[in-house]
C-alpha cells in the first residue's frame, strides 16, 4: 500500500516533480562531484528523468571543471524561489479561504438571524391580523345583537288616548295609540308570533309577539295581519295594518306589554326604559 499522504513541508500540487527533478540533483550533485563519481556512460534511455537531469547537470560539470551550469543553477534556484513563490501562494490562499470560510459563516449566521427576526415578525403580523380579525368579528356579532335586541315604536305618526289604568270603572291594560286607518304596525323587537288570528274577545285582528326577553306584546283591532303564528320577526317589521276591528270605538292600536308573559304592565313606562319614548 503506497503512502499516500505527504508530512513533509507543503509542495504545489500542480507541479510536484519539477523540485524532485533540480533541487534534489543539485543537492546530490556536491557530494557526487566531491567523492568524484561521475554519472555519464548510462544511456539517456535507461534513465529515469531525475537520473538524466542528474546526468546531464554532471556531464555539465566534468565538461566544465567542477563548475555547475549557471542556467541549471539558476533554474533550480529560479524553481525553489518559484516554490517558496507557491507555497506563499497557498499561504495567502488559505488565509484568503480562511477568512472567505469565516465570513461565510458571519453571513449564514446574520442570514439565519435574519430569517428568524423575519419569520418573528411575520408571526406577530398574523397574530394581530388574527386579533384584529377576530375583534371585528366580536364588534360584528355584538353590533348584529344590539342590532336585534332594540326597541322600536310600534306605530309612527299617533296620538295617545286612553292610557294604561281605570277607565268608564273597568282596568284599561294597555296603552290605545289612535292613528289613521292602514298605518304600519312594527314589531317592537325580535321575536316570534306566537298568535296571528281574529280574536274572540273582542282584540278583532289580533297579533302576539314574544320577543327575546320573554316579554309579550299584544296589539289589536289591526284591518289586516301581514305574520302568522311561529314567524320569526324582527325590530320594526311590519306586522300588520291597523284598523279598528273588534270592540273598538274608532281606528287606532290597542298596545298591551306582558312581561315574562304574565300581567300587563304600562306600556309607556316600560317602552320608556327600552329608550323608546311614545
Ligand atoms: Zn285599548
Known sequence: MPKTSYAGRH?????????????????????????????????????????????????????????????????????????????????DAKTIIVGASQTATQTAAEAQAAAAKAAADQAAAQKAKAAAAAKAKQDAAARALAQAHRWVSPVSGYTLTSGFGFRWGKMHPAQDLACPVGSSVHSLSSGTVVFAGRSTEGY?????????????????????????????????????????????????????????????VPPLVWLAQRGVTL
Not at 30 to 38: C, R, Y
Not at 228 to 245: D, F, H, R
Open 11 to 91: 509542495r504545489p500540487a500542480a507541479k510536484p516533480s519539477r523540485g524532485r527533478q533540480f533541487v534534489v540533483p543539485v543537492a546530490l550533485l556536491s557530494s557526487t562531484v566531491a567523492g568524484g563519481l561521475v554519472i555519464r556512460d548510462a544511456g539517456a534511455s535507461e534513465l529515469s528523468p531525475e537520473a538524466a537531469a542528474m546526468k546531464n547537470v554532471s556531464n555539465s560539470v566534468a565538461g566544465l571543471g567542477l563548475t555547475a551550469d549557471p542556467e541549471a543553477v539558476t533554474a533550480a534556484a529560479a524553481n525553489r524561489a518559484g516554490a517558496r513563490s507557491s507555497r506563499d501562494m497557498v499561504r
Open 204 to 264: 278583532g285582528n289580533f297579533v302576539k309577539i314574544r320577543y327575546w326577553d320573554g316579554t309579550v306584546s299584544w296589539m289589536a283591532h289591526n284591518s289586516r295581519l301581514l305574520v302568522s303564528v311561529g314567524e320569526q320577526v324582527s325590530p320594526g317589521q311590519i306586522v300588520a295594518y291597523s284598523g279598528s276591528t273588534g270592540n273598538s270605538t274608532g281606528p287606532h292600536v290597542h298596545l298591551e306589554i306582558h312581561p315574562g308573559d304574565g300581567s300587563a
